[in-house]
């Protein structure tokens, strides 16, 4: 085979260089416009990780490139004049132009064609000229190639917030270092990292709208180095910065990082009867942000799987798997370098936090570090972190400091008068077993095992205001006596035999009302029995099979509000610690915020602040209906995932609105308001509008969704992207997770009932067996310890 590879940067050489190693009698041809010992970078980073992969995929190479590592462990976050530093990372840099030259020399030592200084403008012309089997297109962020074949490739590029600029400095970084300055005009973030002896990379990045008025976009190149030595001066010690991009003029320097992805990485080029594929890889192909250092490994990457994809007969099945392959994992990377950039583009959101809870934000920003992740890594940064968090907790909530650091998902949090012992909530989830709306001994069995299972606060689900406010017939009400009789018997069990509180969350189905129990098909309509539904505005929630709700009249929405106030009462009276209005999810108070539901023309409809209009009054009657020394907390949908429909940046406007109105907390879910949604599912896939809503709009939050696992509440918690934490499902599949997850992480100072403590007695000397055999097999290969076990 012929194959000819546009772009002689990391991408483009490490894979024919892999290439070639694998098929010897392969023509591999590199084509790069730029003169050998060009580079626009400074020093590229990589994980132990990566290194093991580089190694695995060719070993020479790999050994050259760690002996010109630099290598370092910890991450220093320098905010507000104090320094955070963390262990146990694993990081290495090395120099851009030396890690060229170390693939530019493999590829020679193997075989590789190398040609400099020409630029392709036709690879349909170059394809000819090489007789090439196979193209590919490793030419850059800017690839003109991809340009080229835009419609095939289907790039989408999102330019962003943020502006940068890579430089070098002198100064020696012992750590991975991020440097956070304010100024009159907003922040800028220094990352900056050593890469060999005697040079680091010192990137200086800040929003666009901060780098205008900062008077940046005016300056030469000369004068914004002078600008950043200033600002960073406290960093640099003495130390200049350098700018080796003498081609670009001004303020060109700057760039806006574009987040770049492509709906197909395959093409097929027609040439004389011939099909030859182009494919795209490295930044060609996709984009990840350089805050978590792993655009140079994606490209690495891509060449290891493409050359290995070749070893197989069919080129069109290789390339398939390739693409297919890569994609994913690309997808699972860049879904972390959003969350990463993003955090690095509202840094302000942050500021207001001291400094070792926004190192920790800054730590955990991407969803792949996590609270456990960092305790292996640096166990004496966490616990410290942890004593320190659990001290304020304790005093914000008027009690002793604890004696030990206690994992910040097991820290008490005091709302108005409800002090719940941990953070750890059971979210409001149907049950569809009520009869005419009152609840039995299915309710109580339910409700008091999870009461008893270690959680803080047990919601029941959405408890309905009046009999047509109902989703399906076997929905729970609190509109008649019996209702209040029924739920005080089980707020009763909760408080006379746990120390869990217990809340109901009140709303009304609206147009989503009036269908039959979940297994018997969700969200479809009765089949006989029907009673009729109101919402914001008529609307069918799907399409041609729901029963068509009518906009609510003036004299609707009193009605709904008494409701309400009833309800209310009726909680109070029955014994709930805590309510939750129910304002999400394509109900009625959701119909009327969502622009999606909601077609008004009154002062209900049209506007933020009028759609949101009857979900206030409905809160302000229920607030001053329900006892002022319990909380009431509002669940809303942050995101419809519906083009035209509420977006978390409404969310936060949203929860201001209901914090001005007296609102305690924001429970933070979304979609279910259309059927034509979209969601972007994953871990925690909610947490940050969670995060979001707390620090824009400063009011405390719920965050909820694929939340199941401690490890996820202590970092939620840890990082202060919520207050408290809802965990649904997994408290389905066990009522006492919290008390496992308390034993998993070997936290054995969890708050168990009375009832379970010989079975927490039990779990603690297995604990302690456990560590005792750890401690005896310290240092012992596998084959030892297997050894061991074989003699018992």
């Not at 990391?10 to 050998?36: I, M, Q």
């Not at 669940?635 to 001005?660: N, T």
Request: charged share 25%; aromatic share 8%.
């Amino acid at each position: 085979m012929n194959i000819v590879c546009v772009g002689g940067g990391p991408a483009g050489l490490y894979f024919a260089l892999l290439a070639k190693k694998r098929h010897p009698d392969y023509r591999l041809t590199v084509v790069e416009r730029n003169r050998p010992s060009d580079t626009f970078g400074w020093g590229v980073v990589f994980s132990d990780q990566t290194l093991g992969h580089l190694a695995q995929a060719d070993e020479p190479s790999a050994r050259e490139i760690l002996q010109s590592f630099n290598h370092w462990d910890a991450i220093d976050v320098h905010f507000k004049g104090r320094t955070v530093t963390s262990g146990g990372h694993g990081f290495c840099g090395i120099a851009r132009k030396r890690l060229l030259n170390i693939l530019q020399e493999r590829c020679r030592a193997l075989g590789v064609e190398l040609v400099f200084e020409q630029d392709v403008r036709d690879e349909a012309e170059l394809a000819r000229r090489y007789q090439a089997d196979l193209m590919v297109a490793c030419d850059g962020v800017n690839s003109a190639i991809r340009q080229r074949h835009a419609e095939v490739f289907q790039p989408e590029a999102e330019p962003r917030l943020c502006r940068f600029v890579w430089l070098g400095t002198r100064k020696r970084f012992d750590a991975f270092t991020f440097a956070f300055e304010e100024t009159e005009h907003g922040w800028f973030q220094a990352h900056a990292y050593q890469y060999d002896g005697a040079t680091s990379t010192f990137i200086v990045e800040t929003l666009e709208s901060t780098w205008r008025a900062a008077g940046l976009e005016e300056m030469d190149q000369q004068q914004a180095l002078a600008f950043c030595e200033r600002l960073f001066a406290r960093h640099l010690d003495g130390h200049a910065l350098m700018a080796n991009a003498a081609h670009l003029r001004g303020s060109a320097m700057w760039i806006r990082f574009p987040r770049l992805a492509c709906r197909n990485w395959v093409h097929r080029l027609e040439l004389d009867g011939r099909r030859v594929p182009l494919v795209l890889m490295g930044d060609a192909a996709h984009t990840a942000h350089f805050s978590i250092g792993s655009g140079t490994k994606l490209a690495l990457e891509d060449a290891i799987e493409l050359a290995g994809a070749l070893d197989g007969g069919d080129m069109d099945a290789a390339l398939a798997r390739y693409q297919d392959l890569r994609m994913v994992e690309v997808l699972k990377l860049q879904s972390a370098a959003r969350n990463s950039m993003e955090w690095f583009e509202n840094v302000a959101r942050y500021s207001a936090m001291e400094a070792g809870q926004f190192a920790y934000s800054l730590l955990t920003r991407s969803q792949r570090l996590s609270h456990e992740n960092l305790r292996l890594r640096d166990p004496a940064y966490v616990a410290g972190f942890e004593r320190w968090f659990a001290e304020r907790a304790a005093r914000e909530a008027g009690l002793p400091p604890p004696q030990a650091p206690v994992p910040p998902m097991f820290t008490p949090y005091k709302v108005r008068g409800v002090l719940l012992k941990n953070r750890v909530v059971v979210s409001p989830m149907a049950q569809y077993s009520a009869e005419d709306g009152t609840v039995g001994d299915y309710h109580l069995a339910h409700l008091g095992a999870r009461a008893l299972g270690g959680a803080a606060l047990v919601m029941a689900e959405m408890t309905c205001v009046s009999a047509d406010a109902r989703i399906t017939p076997a929905c729970p009400g609190l509109y008649t006596p019996q209702h209040t009789a029924a739920w005080k018997r089980i707020v009763d069990f909760v408080h006379g035999s746990t120390d869990a509180k217990i809340g109901v969350q009140l709303g009304h189905a609206g147009a989503k009302g009036s269908t039959r129990a979940a297994w018997d098909g969700i969200d479809l309509p009765l089949e006989s029995g029907n009673w009729p539904l109101v919402a914001a505005s008529s609307q069918q929630y799907i399409e041609g099979v729901s029963q068509t709700a009518r906009a609510a009249t003036l004299e609707d929405l009193d009605r709904i509000k008494r409701d309400f106030v009833r309800a209310t009462e009726a909680a109070a009276d029955a014994g709930f610690d805590w309510l939750e209005l129910h304002c999400a999810h394509g109900y009625l108070l959701s119909s009327f915020i969502s622009p999606l539901t909601n077609r008004r023309s009154d002062a209900y409809g049209g506007s933020l602040e009028n759609r949101c209009r009857f979900p206030l009054e409905v809160f302000a009657a229920v607030r001053a209906a329900w006892p002022q020394d319990r909380p009431i907390s509002v669940r809303v949908s942050a995101h419809d995932w519906v083009e035209g429909g509420i977006l978390p940046s409404d969310a936060v406007e949203i929860a201001r609105l209901f914090k001005q109105a007296g609102a305690d907390m924001i429970d933070c879910s979304s979609g279910q308001v259309s059927k034509l949604e979209k969601p972007v599912f994953g871990r925690m896939f909610q947490t940050p509008f969670s995060d979001r809503i707390r620090n824009e709009a400063g009011i405390p939050t719920i965050a909820v969704g694929a939340i199941y696992e401690a490890d996820h509440v202590n970092s939620i918690i840890a990082a202060g992207r919520a207050d408290l934490c809802a965990v649904a499902r997994p408290h389905l599949a066990n009522p006492a997770w919290t008390l496992l997850e308390a034993a998993r992480i070997g936290y054995t100072g969890a708050a168990w009932p009375r009832q379970y403590r010989a079975g927490k007695l039990q779990l603690e000397r297995n604990l302690e067996r456990e560590r005792a055999l750890q401690a005896a097999n310290a240092g012992l290969s596998p084959q030892q310890v297997a050894a061991r076990l074989l003699e018992g």
